[in-house]
């Protein structure tokens, strides 16, 4: 069964360096998505991407966040300067086609320290 | 705002027993709402899914009833196995055709007693 793909599965770093949190969505997915769970908290959307450009972004995604599609496999998560509230579990998701199941990768554990 | 909200954040059941778990969504507009299951360390699951052209749907040992009335979902699951302790959230999408941003319940924990 076809599955969206995270790396790493964790990833510690210092308050104020750059991460990448990388996903590969399902191959013949149109619509791609980050979302993050802090820890015993409920899971809060980020962003949602589609034809190449951001659709929809919430207040958690500011100017510290970017994403990108640099190619026809590959969906990344950039934080610019981490700050010690972005620790959480990072997942992207994916759908095929509008208003269809959200299918969720494994996640991403970051620990800003 | 528009939110998605759940009655009970716990609940216990003995293995065999029927479980019920409910959620309330405030926006009238959603038309499309999926329960996720999720493990501890992993990523949500899909269970099921329904449109609100439906007011309930089954599949194997889940099923799910969708009240528009009063804004209403649940997650019924029969026969609870210890494989099912889990989190379980609701989702529902306030902007179909648009965004397509999934809006995500508190989540409840259910814990199956041997």
């Known amino acids: 069964e076809p599955e969206v793909t995270q790396t790493p599965s964790h990833q510690v770093t210092q308050m104020g360096q750059e991460v990448i949190l990388r996903c590969v969505p399902i191959s013949n997915h149109l619509y791609f998505y980050w979302y993050r769970q802090i820890l015993g908290q409920k899971v809060e959307f980020l962003v949602s991407?589609?034809?190449?450009?951001?659709?929809?972004k919430s207040e958690i995604f500011d100017d510290q966040f970017s994403v990108e599609r640099p190619d026809g496999s590959n969906f990344t998560l950039k934080i610019r300067s981490t700050k010690l509230e972005d620790s959480a579990m990072y997942f992207c998701?994916?759908?095929?086609?509008?208003?269809?199941?959200?299918?969720f990768g494994s996640g991403t554990q970051l620990s800003v320290l | 705002g528009e939110s998605v909200g759940l009655h009970l954040p716990t609940l216990s059941v003995q293995e065999g027993d029927n479980s019920i778990i409910n959620c309330a969504y405030s926006n009238s507009a959603s038309d499309y709402f999926i329960w996720y299951k999720q493990e501890s360390g992993k990523g949500p699951q899909f269970i099921i899914d329904?449109?609100?052209?439906?007011d309930k749907r089954q599949g194997q040992r889940v099923t799910v009833l969708l009240n528009k009335t009063v804004k209403h979902l649940s997650l019924q699951i029969a026969a609870t196995q210890p494989g099912d302790s889990a989190v379980y959230f609701c989702a529902e999408n306030p902007s179909p055709g648009y965004g397509q941003n999934f809006v995500f319940g508190p989540g409840t924990r259910l814990s199956v007693l041997p």
């Open positions: 991407f589609y034809n190449n450009e951001i659709s929809e």
């Open positions: 998701a994916s759908m095929g086609r509008t208003n269809e199941k959200l299918f």
């Open positions: 329904i449109r609100s052209n439906m």
